[in-house]
């Protein structure tokens, strides 16, 4: 299976989390339980996104979701 990686982004627009692709693909607004991995010390983790008093990955412990290098 072949995966697509990018990077976390806030869209204030739609209030959801996003994958940026490229300088104009994203895609299109994650939803709260949607899996996905995330490379932490050169290692891919698998883990979810989730939405509290802000959004956050299950089980990464980070300051900021913004830029995490993410494959789904």
Known sequence: ???K???LVYDAAIDRMDI???L???HGGLHC???LEVLVNGR???TRIEKGKDWYLVGIK???LIGL???I
Do not use: D, H
Request: glycine share 12%; charged share 25%; net charge positive.
């Open 5 to 7: 990686m990018g990077a």
């Open 44 to 46: 891919w983790l698998p």
């Open 1 to 3: 299976m072949n995966k």
């Open 24 to 26: 104009n693909r994203f």
């Open 33 to 35: 339980g949607e899996q």
């Open 20 to 22: 940026r692709y490229g």
């Open 62 to 64: 980070t300051e900021s």
């Open 69 to 71: 290098l993410v494959r």
